[in-house]
């Protein structure tokens, strides 16, 4: 088996028990309220790479914690992503009907729905996140309750969101961009990493430093190919609407830097990133091979 | 001082407890980004008659519970209650222009900011509520935050809201009005009143069940009152658009069983909740006098 090989049977692993934790956990849609329901496990299930899962997972890994816990939280960080693509897709914010490959929640059920179901994957995130059969001590456990509020809050995901509705009216410059981009994508990807990590004895200082400093470089990385393949992919591959950023008159960086210094650029935060993670040691490799596939991904 | 007067001096120094708190732990409107921290304290500030931390407050007295972690409880509740009728005053929604006699967040800002305003006062509830610093045992800290999940998500108070939904379209039995309001309104009081006593030791088993009695009592005696008052007050007393209820078309107490009927039944609830304290002793005195204030009040 070739090295790529053994790394998309880890992939496929992760996303076999992460499906399989969200098909049981989120409510059954013959439980009232059904269409609520309905609209919840529409707007998670069958949908996405489930990349911040797979962080957790990997620097779960790289801290030696159990694989219970770890589902969990991937599953939790999924939530607070899943809800804020139905809330992003709403006319008021960008107005978008296709998402996944699928019509976008309010597409498919109703504008009043759809703000509902973002509402409830939110509460169903914490829920997930405090249960007491998990398995961790109390105290870290609330703390992980305590890093996903921050990471979804006004000064983590929600603030970048907000700093984005104004980058439409105005000309950010690169550093603004980039300020924006650690919150809106860089928070919740940031907070599966160490999360996941959290879930394991504590890691000495440096280590943690360096595995933040991982997580912000693939955080923006990741905003960065999405820049990049908005302005070039097909809408088929991409699942959603391609070329929107044009459309909308956004300042990307594919539209600041041009589209080679914007994939020059997220080859510097891969290698930055590789960087960091060489000081971890070798359990560190499914972080190193996430990151490759982050930043070499084609939708 | 006469009776009446103690009680109302508590609520006031209840409500001035919770006052400051919310002011000095909502982020400062002078913090990136600023426009959604305005709106965030805009939606908050200066609103309401806080029955929901008062309920904490009450039944933390009831619990023997110390003060800190009860004011950061009631003040996370009403955070979630705050974001609910952001999103409720939504033109997807109810469409409403009036709240507390203010414009609506969307009339004040605008929609897209509303929705992540709603957004991120739902995460700052869970991040209040997991604070490290708040002083309980974090198991039951833990406890705390798994109930604000579901007293908040599609099983509780977000649910009732979509059943709400499909009440403008039908017309729902009593029953099913019950069912529906004991989730929207009475979910979250509910949730107060539990939480207010889970931050003391805990009580015995059949105090519980009493407690939980008048929990849901309240809870739906608050929302009969509301129906009575939407139909018979003015605007300018209720701080919210009045009669809206029967311009919407929705099938309320008031709309089913007629005025009368419909005060009758919320004084019935009130000697239903009054009737489970007694069984509390004297401790549960607050909570006796919040339950006629909430069946009293006049908006």
């Known amino acids: 088996m070739t090295r790529n090989a053994e790394f998309e049977g880890w992939v496929q692993a992760g996303q076999e028990l992460l499906e399989r934790y969200l098909q049981q956990h989120l409510p059954a849609s013959t439980l009232a309220p059904q269409r609520l329901h309905e609209a919840m496990r529409y707007a998670v299930l069958e949908g996405g790479k489930r990349v911040r899962p797979l962080l957790a997972l990997a620097a779960g890994e790289l801290a030696t914690a159990p694989l219970e816990p770890l589902i969990a939280v991937g599953a939790s960080v999924e939530l607070i992503h899943a809800y804020s693509l139905v809330h992003d897709d709403l006319p008021a914010m960008d107005n978008d009907i296709l998402r996944r490959g699928k019509p976008t929640c309010h597409k498919q059920f109703n504008e009043a729905l759809a703000l509902l179901t973002g509402d409830t994957l939110q509460s169903l995130a914490f829920q997930w996140l405090s249960d007491p059969r998990l398995g961790l001590d109390p105290a870290r456990q609330l703390q992980l309750v305590q890093q996903l509020a921050l990471a979804s809050g006004s000064r983590g995901m929600g603030g970048g969101q907000a700093m984005d509705l104004e980058n439409t009216n105005q000309n950010p410059t690169l550093p603004e961009l980039e300020a924006m981009h650690l919150k809106k994508t860089g928070a919740l990807i940031r907070a599966a990493v160490l999360m996941g990590a959290h ?28 820049d990049v393949l908005d302005a070039e992919a097909d809408t088929s591959v991409l699942g959603k609407t391609a070329g929107k950023d044009a459309a909308a008159n956004k300042t990307t960086y594919a539209s600041t830097m041009g589209l080679s210094q914007a994939r020059a650029f997220a080859q510097e935060l891969l290698e930055d990133a590789l960087r960091a993670l060489s000081q971890l040691g070798p359990r560190a490799e499914r972080l190193e091979q996430l990151a490759h596939f982050i930043v070499h991904r084609s939708h």
């Open 199 to 226: 879930c394991g004895p504590p890691l000495e200082e440096k280590a943690q430093r360096h595995l933040a400093h991982y997580a912000n470089c693939i955080g923006l990385a990741f905003q960065v190919v999405d």
